[in-house]
């Protein structure tokens, strides 16, 4: 299946300091990404949705001024932390969406990324 | 946007057939349903996707009844390495926006 990279694998920084995610479809163009946020033990909460070429839209109670998401080509979408403070440490997840595949039984056209731990001391 | 509703927590003994249920009530003509897997610390990967009647693939069987208000997953022989989370996902695939996960099934596999 299609590959999604996520860099940093995980991250430290200080409070205070932005952060910068990176999120790539390593071998199809996507049009369309997700970004998740996932606390310990509980499900992943939908972030923002990244359309290529145009601003993210942001689900209710999620800083769009925090958390800056750029989708600059169809291989590459970006999300940044800015200020972080310590309640901003969680795993962030991406995932992909291939524009060129119709459903078919049993196959999928969202891929996820491996994941990236923050940690925010 | 369909809801969907699983059990928070299921045990079983390796080797044996695991079934997990997902209700979605409200499900909508276009909706698919989709079954992840999660692994601690890692992103959730695809295991099957159907609209109705029966789905197979070399890991797992989906059934989806006529009313398409509830969905089954059946994981046949499990093994210790499929203990993980299990999310149910209904959508418009086509819908950028549908994406959310409920709070999914935490299977444990016992020797």
């Known amino acids: 299946g299609a590959v999604v990279s996520q860099h940093p694998s995980w991250v430290i920084c200080k409070s205070g300091t932005s952060v910068k995610i990176e999120c790539r479809s390593l071998d199809f163009q996507a049009t369309t990404m997700f970004w998740y946020r996932q606390f310990p033990k509980q499900s992943l909460m939908l972030m923002a949705t990244s359309n290529e070429g145009s601003k993210a839209t942001y689900e209710q109670g999620v800083e769009k001024d925090k958390f800056l998401i750029n989708h600059a080509s169809l291989t590459l979408s970006t999300l940044t932390v800015t200020s972080a403070h310590p309640e901003d440490s969680s795993f962030y997840i991406c995932?992909?969406?291939?524009?060129?595949?119709?459903?078919?039984?049993?196959?999928?056209?969202?891929?996820f990324g491996p994941g990236t731990r923050l940690t925010v001391l | 946007l369909a809801k969907t509703t699983q059990p928070i927590s299921m045990d079983s003994y390796e080797g044996q057939e695991v079934n997990i249920t997902c209700s979605h009530n409200n499900i909508a003509t276009n909706d698919y349903i989709t079954w992840y897997q999660q692994f601690p610390s890692q992103g959730p990967r695809f295991i099957i996707q159907?609209?109705?009647t029966k789905v197979t693939n070399e890991v797992a069987s989906l059934f989806i009844p006529a009313d398409r208000k509830s969905s089954t997953l059946s994981l046949p022989r499990v093994s210790l390495s499929d203990t993980a989370v299990y999310y149910c996902l209904v959508g418009d695939i086509s819908n950028n926006n549908d994406m959310r996960f409920g709070a999914g099934t935490r299977l444990t596999v016992k020797p």
């Open positions: 995932s992909a969406r291939s524009p060129s595949r119709r459903v078919a039984v049993s196959t999928d056209t969202q891929y």
């Open positions: 159907g609209y109705k």
